[in-house]
Each structure stands twice: as C-alpha cells, then as structure tokens.
C-alpha cells in the first residue's frame, strides 16, 4: 500500500491516530507516491469514484517521468454511472492487464460466455459472391462486379501499421483526408456519435460537447491509432479536426514517416520554420471556431483591429511597411473609414471569412 502522507509504501502498522492527523494537517504526498508507484514498475491505474478527478494529474506525473506504457482508467463519472459504464470499466482493465474475476461477474446469469475471435471482426457483410480488389485512399476495398454495396477489408496489422499503411498507399493530394478522418473516428467514438461524419471537421472538441477528461480519452486514442506519444495538451492546442490532423502529419513527419510528411501542406518548409506553421494552423482552427454557425460573431471592431494586425504581420513578413496591405486599394488609413460592407469584402476577398 502506498500512502500520499508519507509519500511511499506503508505496511498498515503506521496507521494510527497520528497518521491521520499527518493527513489532515500535512500536505498531501500525491506526486511523491506516483514517484514510488512508477519506481517499482507499476503502470496500471484504476480510480473508483463516482468521477474522475485525477486522471489528469497521472497522465501528466507520467510525461515527466517519462513513461509511455502508463494506464489511467475510472470507473464511473458524472452522467454515466449506470451498469455498462461499470462493465466498460472492468472490460478497459482486463485488456490493460488487471485480472478480472468474470465468473462473480456473470454468476446466475443465463448462458454459458462465448469466446470471442482473435482478429477484427468488424466485417459488414452484404452476401455479394463476385468482387474484385481495388485499392483507394483509405485502404483495400472487396468491389462487386456488377454493381452494389462493397465490404470493407479489415486489416489484422497493428493500429499504427494500418495507418501508416493507408496514408503510403493514398495519393498525395488525399492523405490530408486519410488523417482527417482518422481524428473524426476517435472522436466520434469519445463523444459518443455513431458516424465520424457526425462530427464537423471545423468545430473544436471542446464546443463539440468534450471535457477534459474526454480530451484525454481522444489523446490516448490518437496515440494508439497513430503510434505517436503525443502530449497531453494536444486537443487544446489543435481543437478542430482539420487542424489535429496537420498536427498529426507534422510529427508523422518528424518520425520519419515520409507518406506523413507529404500528406502536410507545409512538408517542404525549412525545419526551422515548423513552429510558424504550426502557430498559423492554431490561428485558422481559432478563427474556424469563432466564424462557426453557432458561435458568438466577431463585432465589426474587432474585425478592423484583426484586419490591421494581420497586415502588419504580414508586412513583416514581405519586409514591407507595417500597415500597408498586400494590394494598393486597402491601405492604412483606408481602414479606418471602410464601411462594414468594404470591411467584410475585405476580410472574405483576403482571409476567406465571410
């Protein structure tokens, strides 16, 4: 047992009145116990509570330590605390390496348990008996002959394998969309939808219905999905799906991974120039979010002030005048007396917002 007053394994005999009063009265040795606990190799973490509370602060004791191979799973939180989410929870340990004991689990329940296959399973069926194979942005595709609905092959190879596989075997100009879809099917299965096309590629994860508990359940999906450790800030720093998966190309890229490298807009920038398109991707995904159909509109103010702002830092870039923008007709000092509809033809004839 590993207390978080004294920051280490205890054996029980310590657990006096005097300890108790340490736990009041000291301060909690959480970070000092997760040191210990991943000192003597564990790896598996189970909170039991009616919702989680600290699995945010494990993933990041993890990061610092450096460990990968980390598990932190919950058992109930708040709005699911019925049986399947109970049952979703032991079934997320047994695979993660905790030993279950099913038969309390199934004790007086009709029927004997079945075992599953040990392949993907996934096969929609459509009883079509002549195909032939094609190959398309996605993957291998079983197409009937004459016409109708097609089966999808699924590929027995891990995660990562299959990804890297689909984006090396996807033209150049489709692997954006390959990734796309990719982070629409993690996250249609975190918030719950049935179909990645539920989820709307320009909206942040956070608008779309996320916690921050679900950011970290899609973190830890990409990260099986792509092979790839990323960070636990990454939802928050690229929210919307077309902005996730530039980010997911990029380090695809930086992992030498060359159909990910290609599939980024930006493959052929100096290396030392990564960070301002990463920034950029940050201010598209931000400006998608605002400009969204439900969001709140951006006044006319503060579209003049942006307006002038991304001229000037456009300027620095072209090592032009700060102020002066791109074409002779929107000058400085013509700003400040457009009218809203010359400020909106503006906006939408330069950045595409409208």
Not at 160 to 176: C, I, M
Not at 177 to 191: F, G, S
Not at 318 to 326: E, I, Q, S, V
């Amino acid at each position: 047992m590993y207390s978080t007053v004294t920051g280490g394994v205890v054996d029980g005999t310590e657990l006096s009145g005097d300890y108790w009063y340490r736990g009041l009265r000291e301060p909690v040795a959480f970070h000092e116990a997760l040191q210990a606990l991943f000192a003597d190799g564990h790896n598996l973490f189970l909170e039991v509570s009616p919702h989680p509370v600290l699995g945010t602060n494990l993933h990041q004791a993890a990061e610092q330590a450096d460990l990968d191979e980390v598990a932190v799973l919950h058992t109930l939180r708040r709005g699911h605390g019925d049986w399947p989410q109970m049952l979703t929870a032991l079934s997320d340990a047994y695979v993660h390496g905790a030993e279950v004991n099913w038969s309390r689990l199934f004790e007086g329940q009709p029927g004997p348990p079945m075992d599953l296959p040990t392949y993907p399973f996934q096969h929609q069926h459509f009883w079509l008996t002549t195909t032939h194979t094609e190959t398309g942005p996605a993957g291998q595709y079983t197409v009937p002959d004459e016409g109708g609905l097609a089966e999808r092959q699924v590929d027995s190879a891990a995660p990562e394998q299959t990804l890297l596989t689909q984006l090396q075997n996807t033209p150049e100009v489709d692997r954006h969309d390959v990734l796309k879809r990719t982070v629409c099917a993690c996250m249609a299965a975190v918030l719950g939808h049935d179909s990645p096309d539920d989820i709307d590629v320009f909206r942040g994860f956070m608008d779309a219905g996320g916690t921050s508990l679900a950011a970290v359940q899609l973190r830890n999906r990409l990260n099986t999905v792509t092979g790839l450790h990323l960070p636990m800030s990454v939802v928050f720093d690229y929210p919307t799906p077309n902005a996730l998966a530039r980010h997911l190309a990029h380090q695809l890229s930086e992992h030498g991974d060359t159909a990910g490298h290609e599939s980024t807009p930006n493959a052929d920038a100096d290396p030392d120039d990564q960070d301002l398109y990463e920034q950029l991707d940050r201010l598209e995904s931000l400006l998608s979010t605002r400009t969204a159909t439900d969001a709140p509109p951006i006044t006319d103010t503060t579209r003049v002030r942006l307006t002038e702002r991304l001229h000037q830092l456009l300027a620095q870039v072209n090592d032009r005048t700060p102020g002066r923008a791109t074409g002779p007709e929107y000058q400085h000092s013509d700003l400040a007396n457009a009218s809203d509809d010359q400020l909106l033809e503006l906006i939408n004839n330069e950045f595409g917002i409208s």
